[in-house]
């Protein structure tokens, strides 16, 4: 189970950061991704943080302005994203693994106004 | 970055009826690496499809993933009153991971 924290309002740019609690299993086993959906849009892939060595591979677009951390030691995943937008409105969702994800987070919305 | 085209966009079909969702990407996907996913209003993304054709734990029978290169297909063979959702693809062989614009599965 991924439990995420809870909704966020923001102002035009400033910063905001998600957790997401992994329970059942040790975070290190398996990378975490981090998915955004926008209001009646698909799910958009943001990156993912590696399980065994936290390597991050980050969206281009979101380049410079997103960090993805982990803390084994509580089994919790860190999403920072920075220099907010009206764009960047959208349902947060962490999920487990980096190429097919097969639990997720139940979503954190953050809105940006 | 591989473009992955649902068609069609809704679809609306009675309970009981024959579900067929197409999925056409930009570029071979490579080994197959297309997941199909669920969601509900609310809701994640729920995993049904991995591998183009394997089925996630737990996910019924009615449920079936087919195709190979740039065309692929998921099947539900006799709708229930729970399948009427959005459905997208998902591609995991290329950076960035991208997703279809999903199909609408509608009660008619």
């Known amino acids: 189970q991924l439990v995420q924290s809870g909704a966020e309002v923001k102002m035009p740019g400033a910063s905001v950061t998600v957790s997401c609690q992994a329970s059942g299993y040790r975070i290190f086993t398996y990378g975490i991704s981090w998915l955004r959906q926008a209001p009646g849009q698909g799910p958009e892939w943001m990156g993912w943080i590696s399980a065994d060595n936290g390597q991050t591979h980050y969206a281009e677009k979101l380049q410079g302005r997103v960090t993805m951390t982990t803390d084994t030691s509580t089994n919790t995943a860190y999403m920072e994203l920075r220099s907010l937008t009206s764009d960047d409105t959208a349902v947060y969702y962490c999920a487990r693994k980096m190429g097919v994800y097969d639990y997720w987070g139940q979503g954190t919305l953050v809105t940006v106004s | 970055e591989i473009v992955l085209t649902q068609s069609p966009g809704t679809l609306s079909l009675s309970p009981g009826e024959r579900a067929t969702l197409s999925c056409r990407a930009s570029q071979t996907v490579s080994s197959n690496y297309l997941a199909w996913y669920q969601q509900k209003p609310g809701q994640a993304p729920r995993l049904l499809v991995f591998g183009a054709s394997t089925r996630a734990t737990g996910i019924p029978d009615r449920f079936s993933g087919s195709g190979s290169g740039t065309d692929f297909t998921l099947t539900i063979s006799r709708l229930e009153p729970e399948d009427f959702a959005v459905y997208y693809c998902?591609?995991?062989?290329?950076?960035?991971?991208?997703f279809g614009q999903g199909t609408k599965v509608e009660i008619k």
């Open positions: 998902q591609q995991y062989i290329d950076s960035p991971r991208t």
